[in-house]
Each structure stands twice: as structure tokens, then as C-alpha cells.
């Protein structure tokens, strides 16, 4: 069995067919100091339904920023709604930050969750050990793993082992979605009050891909 689990788990990525389901008959999960806690309260505001959660699998993966800049139109939307005393229709679909622990689908009115990683050895290393402890039965019951976004930790091309490394995890996620080194984030402080900064053309590109695939219903399209 453990060789099994092995060869799934490494396989390359142009031979993949990524489970998006648990299987705890194939997977086995992560050692007990590598599994992802559990909410035990409520993140999300009672009165707004995000359509997804961004979850962090190690500190420093980007899932807060990737949550703001989810979010910014739809705060743009709403305010402009207000203004206008129009009703909040069709409002943008966004996120909430779920921190290092999957939420809790008692207490949320959503379940589906984006995993959030850097191209660091530890950081995809982290992302497939969320993986492997979802596919094997032991994230909560009714979680919905939709995929992973990989943040470059710097700029230029990755070295080959964390290439590969990166690759694998197209068979054990359901979608994967990458955004490039942006220079100008570095520069954000994380501190309440910060203005929104802009956002990068290509983290645009992969939030249209998550607003796709997961309809504002908190749905998989």
C-alpha cells in the first residue's frame, strides 16, 4: 500500500488525473505535526457569504494578501451600491481568510477551499501534506479541496528540484493556479488601515480563474 500511495503522490504531472475527493482507501495522512487543525470558531461574517476560503498551509504563504485583493471589488461594488441606494446585486464573488487551519463547514456557509503555498521545498512540501490529509479522510467532513495557488518567492525561474516539486501537485489537487514574484508587494507593511495596493495583472488573472470555477454561491461551477 505504501508504495502505491508513493507513486500517486509523485507522479508527473502530464500523467495526472487529480483526485478531488477523499480517498482514504489509497491515501494515507501526514504525521500528526504536519496536519492541518480545524476551526473552531466562525471566520466568515454572518451577514456576508464569501464564495470561498483561502487556507495558508505554512506562515508567510500570501493567502492574507490573495484574501484582500479578493475582496477589494467587492467592497468597491458594495460601497458603489450604497452610494447609489441600489440593492447589492450581483456583486463579485470573494473570499475569506481561513489562517493555518481548514474551516469548520458547521459554522461557515461556505466549504469550499484554495490552499495557499510558496515555491519554497517547505512551502509545496506543506501543500501536499493538506492535500494528502484531505484525499485520506481527515479534513473535516463536507470540505471541498478546489485547488492550490503557488506564489513565487522570487523572481526568475525555479530551479529544477522545486519545479518538480511544484508539478506534483497537479495530481493531487483538483485545479492549480500560479502567481508570478511581484516586486511591489514586498513593500506592504500587513498593518491595519493599509490601503489596498493594486492588483497585478496576473494574480488578477488567477482570481477570475477561482471566481470561475467556484460560482458566488460557494459552488463549484
Same mark, same amino acid.
Given at each position: 500500500m505504501a508504495k502505491r500511495i508513493t507513486s500517486v503522490l509523485t507522479r508527473p504531472a502530464h500523467r495526472q488525473n487529480a483526485l478531488s475527493a477523499p480517498r482514504s482507501d489509497v491515501f494515507s495522512p501526514p504525521p500528526a505535526d504536519r496536519l492541518l487543525p480545524v476551526h473552531s470558531t466562525r471566520i466568515a461574517? &454572518?451577514?456576508?457569504? +464569501?464564495?470561498? %476560503?483561502?487556507?495558508?498551509?505554512?506562515? !508567510?504563504?500570501? /493567502?492574507?494578501?490573495?484574501?484582500?485583493?479578493?475582496?477589494?471589488?467587492?467592497? &468597491?461594488?458594495?460601497? +458603489?451600491?450604497? %452610494?447609489?441606494?441600489?440593492?447589492?446585486? !450581483?456583486?463579485? /464573488?470573494?473570499?475569506?481568510?481561513?489562517?493555518?487551519?481548514?474551516?469548520?463547514?458547521?459554522?461557515?456557509?461556505?466549504?469550499?477551499?484554495v490552499v495557499v503555498c510558496r515555491t519554497t521545498m517547505r512551502g509545496l512540501g506543506r501543500a501536499r501534506d493538506a492535500a494528502a490529509q484531505y484525499l485520506a479522510g481527515r479534513a473535516p467532513d463536507g470540505v471541498h479541496l478546489v485547488g492550490v495557488v503557488t506564489i513565487a518567492d522570487q523572481p526568475g525561474r525555479l530551479p529544477q528540484p522545486i519545479a518538480a516539486a511544484k508539478g506534483l501537485l497537479a495530481g493531487v489537487f483538483p485545479h492549480t493556479w500560479h502567481v508570478p514574484y511581484v516586486p511591489e508587494y514586498r513593500l506592504l507593511t500587513g498593518l491595519p488601515g493599509e490601503e489596498c495596493p493594486a492588483t497585478h495583472p496576473a494574480v488578477d488573472d488567477v482570481l477570475a480563474a477561482i471566481r470561475t470555477t467556484v460560482t458566488p454561491k460557494g459552488h463549484l461551477a
Open positions: 461574517a &454572518l451577514t456576508e457569504h +464569501a464564495s470561498w %476560503a483561502f487556507v495558508a498551509v505554512h506562515g !508567510g504563504s500570501g /493567502a492574507g494578501l490573495l484574501t484582500q485583493l479578493a475582496r477589494h471589488p467587492y467592497d &468597491l461594488a458594495l460601497a +458603489a451600491a450604497v %452610494a447609489a441606494g441600489q440593492p447589492p446585486l !450581483g456583486l463579485p /464573488a470573494f473570499a475569506v481568510n481561513a489562517g493555518r487551519a481548514w474551516p469548520d463547514p458547521i459554522l461557515e456557509r461556505t466549504t469550499w477551499v
